[in-house]
């Protein structure tokens, strides 16, 4: 299928770039400091085995010495604006064998962008402005370094000044025996969490290049020049987090930096555009091909969803339908609106963690977020949200119960109570109990047992049963058919999830955790530099 499904950022582009967060972005390029990828020409010159070359999120660009594990020691990718360069560096790395090849590096997200220049440069003016723009961006504490899940009861009783340095406001690493005294938390905690207090302090306040730098040197502290009205200046080591910078420079777009390098491989000094959010870019063709089947799998479906847009007066459907950036909390606090659903999303899901209903929903929510709902057809966000948002929704009454063998047959019941109550029409009622009942029945088993051939063939006429009814066709393709395979994977890929540790859960105190690891064996490794591409093994 040829045709492209618009995505929600090609549905919203007006709306985004009239955001807040939009707005800072375009201020730190308006300023010279960030450059949009898409403005850019990026090459990568490598030694080629005639093999099509595409760049992987695990960090393994290549099958020689050329892979990313540069000077810089993080997993990144070397490219430059200058095609002549990239040129150089694949001869220079084919001398030992391999065929002299230079690919084009694009990124498939619009907004992407490197970080080009020091804000140091800029006249005072222009610094306040880009230190207002990073302070737009920055994520909240939790957010951006979530603590462990064996620690997610641990800050009940601290506030962020806990962490502090009385005098400076930021935490140095001879503060920690005195937090530690005070708060009676373990150290690798206290170091965690005023590490990330210290970033985004930092971060806010013109430090923007030095902890770039730091990241891509993969340090975990910058030294600081402080005024002491005691001492004039002095020095001091802070802490900083690696995982608060790689999450706010995901939430800002940020997916790499130019820095000068004197290359041996060339021998000469050069601008080596470095990019580390290898999620975020890759070859054209790479970027063609998996767009081409993205429309494949999900573009009938997509335009049936379109034609069959769930419109009514309920605030949920209102807001899903008209909101394909709407926030998972924001989803969870409209649902608790319909009668008699408040206490259930606020009731027990019956497992070990202590999960309520809400919690572990809106988690799911944030997975699908993180990992599909940029790529997928926008008009298949309401009714994906939908489903997740229903997966689990009779948990609470199996677990009252004591059925908990039974669940998704509550799930079922009480998902059609919801909907009910939410004015969602028949046709779609029926196809997401269908999916979140046996559909996510058979698909857990095929994770449990790959390999076995008679339950992917129970999946597969499951999915043309039901595009059947959805469609109201007795002729439904193998496309259509395993497009409704994938969409069942998708959701049972966040439900799964959930149970991860690349999981975040926010607590009723907005306190997040990373979650147990308790199903990380059946996920391929977690890839990404942020540790949230969820993707199951092989089915």
Not at 207 to 229: G, P
Not at 390 to 419: L, T
């Amino acid at each position: 299928m040829s045709e492209k499904y618009p995505t929600r950022r090609d549905i919203m582009a007006e709306q985004i770039e009239q955001s807040q967060n939009h707005q800072a972005m375009q201020t730190l390029q308006n300023l010279g400091i960030c450059k949009k990828v898409k403005d850019l020409e990026l090459y990568h010159g490598r030694a080629g085995n005639e093999s099509k070359w595409k760049v992987d999120p695990s960090f393994n660009n290549s099958d020689n010495n050329t892979g990313n594990y540069n000077v810089n020691k993080v997993a990144a990718l070397s490219t430059s604006d200058d095609y002549s360069i990239a040129k150089e560096f694949a001869e220079a790395r084919s001398y030992y064998g391999g065929t002299p090849e230079i690919n084009r590096i694009i990124s498939n997200d619009p907004d992407a962008m490197v970080v080009c220049s020091d804000i140091n440069n800029l006249s005072k003016q222009d610094r306040k402005k880009a230190n207002e723009a990073i302070s737009q961006l920055c994520p909240s504490i939790m957010a951006g370094a979530p603590i462990d899940f064996i620690n997610r009861n641990d800050l009940s009783q601290t506030k962020p000044r806990d962490f502090l340095n009385d005098k400076f406001g930021l935490m140095f690493k001879e503060d920690i025996p005195r937090v530690a005294q005070k708060t009676g938390l373990d150290q690798n905690l206290i170091v965690h969490v005023g590490s990330a207090i210290n970033t985004q302090l930092l971060l806010k306040n013109g430090y923007f290049n030095k902890l770039c730098n730091a990241f891509l040197d993969n340090r975990r502290s910058i030294e600081v020049f402080l005024n002491d009205n005691e001492l004039q200046k002095q020095t001091q080591s802070i802490p900083i987090n690696h995982e608060f910078l790689a999450n706010f420079f995901r939430s800002s777009h940020i997916i790499g930096a130019l820095l000068p390098v004197n290359s041996v491989t060339v021998g000469k000094t050069i601008n080596n555009y470095l990019i580390f959010d290898l999620a975020k870019i890759n070859t054209p063709e790479r970027i063609e091909h998996l767009e081409h089947k993205r429309n494949q799998f999900f573009g009938k479906i997509a335009l049936k969803m379109s034609e069959n847009s769930i419109n009514n007066n309920s605030n949920l459907l209102q807001s899903l339908n008209t909101n394909l950036y709407i926030q998972p909390q924001e989803i969870i606090e409209i649902s608790k609106q319909t009668p008699g659903f408040e206490e259930i999303f606020e009731a027990d899901c019956g497992n070990w963690e202590e999960f309520k209903l809400g919690e572990h929903t809106e988690t799911t929510l944030r997975l699908f977020d993180d990992n599909y709902a940029d790529i997928m057809p926008a008009s298949t966000l309401p009714i994906i949200r939908l489903a997740l948002l229903v997966h689990d929704i009779g948990k609470p009454e199996a677990v009252k119960r004591h059925d908990k063998a039974n669940q998704r047959k509550y799930n079922v019941e009480y998902a059609n109570k919801f909907m009910k109550l939410n004015d969602i029409d028949d046709a779609t009622r029926h196809l997401i109990t269908s999916m979140i009942g046996e559909g996510l029945g058979i698909t857990s088993e095929l994770i449990m047992d790959r390999g076995n051939v008679a339950i992917k063939w129970r999946l597969y006429y499951f999915c043309e049963k039901i595009a059947k009814e959805y469609f109201n066709t007795d002729q439904i393709d193998k496309d259509t058919i395993n497009g409704f395979i994938n969409i069942l994977t998708v959701l049972q890929t966040c439900d799964s999830a959930a149970y991860t540790t690349m999981a975040v859960t926010r607590a009723s105190d907005n306190t997040r955790y990373r979650n147990h690891g308790s199903f990380n064996s059946s996920f391929d490794p977690f890839k990404g530099f942020t540790g949230k591409r969820a993707r199951l093994k092989q089915l």
